[in-house]
């Protein structure tokens, strides 16, 4: 644990000491990609029915930042938060879009985000391991999920931001679901039976769209 990041309350502390401990899902194998897009791309229909009743203009540029995602994705770009920065510029509607510089809170204040000198350096090193070959892409993509929303890197809009990480993380490689609904859950930075179960649904999900028949252009 570094120096400096408070223990007490502290949700990033928590995450950071299970992070490497999680029993990840086996597999025989990384889970099948469809060979062509699906009809119905998941994200965009999760942002669509979850934020476009009450925020119109907060949906059209949460869905122009994860087409910039996907874009950067399909060109092999690596996941980095100056990348992230740019997407959540979008996202927010802002010129400028830093790492936060206070400790931050979620769920109501019952989680706390601690912040250390080193916390954006660990944090780059974290998104590093979304291309790590040490777990499989289901694994890789919950992790790097679950790094965004406990570190909280970002004063506002952290939970866009980790679905646009993991949409690029599984874009880059490849899969994209067709339905992510099932993926909106509370998520604690203790709960590392938590985490593994998130990614043993992402390997159904990704598993479930390359088994989908392919019905022409996406809508």
């Known amino acids: 644990m570094s120096p400096g990041i408070d223990r007490q309350n502290d ?4 995450w950071l000491r299970i992070r490497t401990r999680i029993s990840w899902p086996r597999w025989s194998g990384e889970p099948p990609v469809a060979a062509e897009p699906p009809s119905s791309d998941g994200f ?7 934020r476009g009743g009450h925020d119109a203009e907060g949906t059209m540029r949460v869905l122009t930042a994860l087409d910039r995602a996907l874009s950067d994705a399909q060109q092999g770009a690596e996941l980095t938060f100056p990348l992230m920065a740019n997407w959540q510029r979008t996202v927010l509607h802002r010129k400028v879009v830093a790492f936060r510089t206070m400790p931050a809170f979620a769920k109501g204040g019952r989680e706390r985000y601690g912040l250390a000198p080193d916390t954006p350096a660990r944090f780059e090193h974290c998104l590093a391991g979304s291309t790590s070959r040490d777990v499989l892409l289901p694994s890789r993509a919950a992790r790097t999920y679950l ?11 952290n939970a866009r931001a980790a679905m646009l ?13 067709v339905d992510v609904h099932p993926l909106q859950a509370t998520r ?32």
Request: aromatic share 12%.
């Open 147 to 157: 790094d965004v929303l406990f570190f909280h890197p970002f004063e506002d809009g």
């Open 188 to 219: 604690w930075a203790d709960d590392a039976d938590g985490a593994a179960d998130l990614a043993e649904l992402l390997g159904i999900l990704i598993t479930a769209a390359a088994r989908r028949p392919f019905h022409g252009s996406r809508s």
């Open 11 to 14: 949700a990033l502390a928590d």
């Open 165 to 177: 990480a993991l949409a690029f993380v599984l874009a880059r490689e490849g899969a994209l679901l």
């Open 44 to 50: 965009r229909n999760f942002f669509t029915t979850t």
